[in-house]
C-alpha cells in the first residue's frame, strides 16, 4: 500500500509555478465527440483544481461553478432523472467530491454526475509532452469494469483522446492515448490496485515517445509511442465520466480530490 497524500481539511496545497487559467464553458453537455468551440484561452498551458475544496459548502446541483479559493474552476454536470447522489467527504484529513453513491442496478435507471474544467478545450498537446494527474480516494466496493477518471477527446471518431482511468474490479489504474485521425490505443496499466480507501495520486504522462503510468509519484509502467503521434481535439477536460448519455458512461465512484492538466509535461 502506498502512502496517499494527507492533508487538513478546509486547507489547500501548494500550486508551485503551473500556470492556472479558467474560463466559461458552454451551458450544453453534449453526449457526441464533437463538441463546439468556447471561449477559453486559445493556449493555455494547464488548469488545476482540488475538487474538494471547490465542491465544498456549494449546492451541487446540475451546472454548480466549482470555483478553488487556491485558483481554477469547474462545473458540475448532472442527469436530471434519475439524479445522482453528489456530495463531498473527508478522508484522511482531505476532502474529496463523490459523484454518485454506487449503482448496480440496469444501468440505465443510475444517475450520472461529471465535471468539466474550465478553460480545457484548448489543452490539446499534439505530438509534445504532457502530465495530467488526479488525487483519487477509492474503496474496494467501489470499483466496476470501467471507472472513468478523467479524459479529453474519444477512442473513436477520429478524434483522439487521453484518458486516466481505473479498471475493473480489481481497481487498478490505466492510461490511455489515442492520435488524432488513429484507431490505435496505447494503454499503459498499473500491477497494484488503488481501491484500497486510501488517497492516491494517479498520473498519465508523455516524455517524448514514451507513455508512463505514475501512481504516487512511482512509475508503475511504461509503453512506446510513435514519435508523430499527436492528440488534438476540441473536446472538454472530463472528469469522473466520460459523458452523460448512453447505457455506460464509466462512472468513477470514489472521491475526488486534486485533479491537473499540464501541457509542460
Known sequence: MRPGRNRQAGTSRARGSRVLLGAVTTALVLAVPQ????????????????LGEAAWGV???????????????????TTDRPQPQVGTSVVDGTRGLRLGWV??????????ALVELDGSRALNPGAGDFRVSAEVALEPW???DGSN??????????????K??????????????????????????GSSSVADGEW??????????????LVDGAVEGRTSLPPDLSVDNDSVVR??????????????????????????G
Open 149 to 162: 477518471v478523467l479524459q479529453k477527446g474519444w477512442n473513436q471518431g477520429g478524434a483522439g483522446q487521453y
Open 164 to 189: 486516466l482511468q481505473v479498471d475493473g474490479l480489481a481497481g487498478r489504474p490505466s492510461c490511455v492515448v489515442v492520435g488524432t485521425g488513429e484507431t490505435t490505443s496505447y494503454r499503459v496499466k
Open 59 to 77: 449546492d451541487l446541483a446540475d451546472g454548480a461553478a466549482l470555483v478553488d479559493p487556491a485558483g481554477g474552476s469547474a462545473v458540475l454536470r
Open 103 to 112: 449503482c448496480r442496478v440496469s444501468l440505465w435507471s443510475c444517475g450520472r
Open 35 to 50: 463538441q463546439a468551440a468556447s471561449a477559453a484561452s486559445p493556449d493555455p498551458s494547464g488548469v488545476e483544481v482540488d
Open 239 to 264: 472528469v469522473g465520466a466520460k459523458g452523460l448519455g448512453g447505457y455506460d458512461v464509466d462512472q468513477f465512484y470514489g472521491r475526488l480530490g486534486r485533479v491537473s492538466v499540464d501541457m509542460a
Open 200 to 213: 492516491h495520486e494517479l498520473a498519465c504522462q508523455r516524455v517524448g515517445d514514451e507513455l508512463r503510468l
Open 142 to 144: 467501489q470499483t466496476s
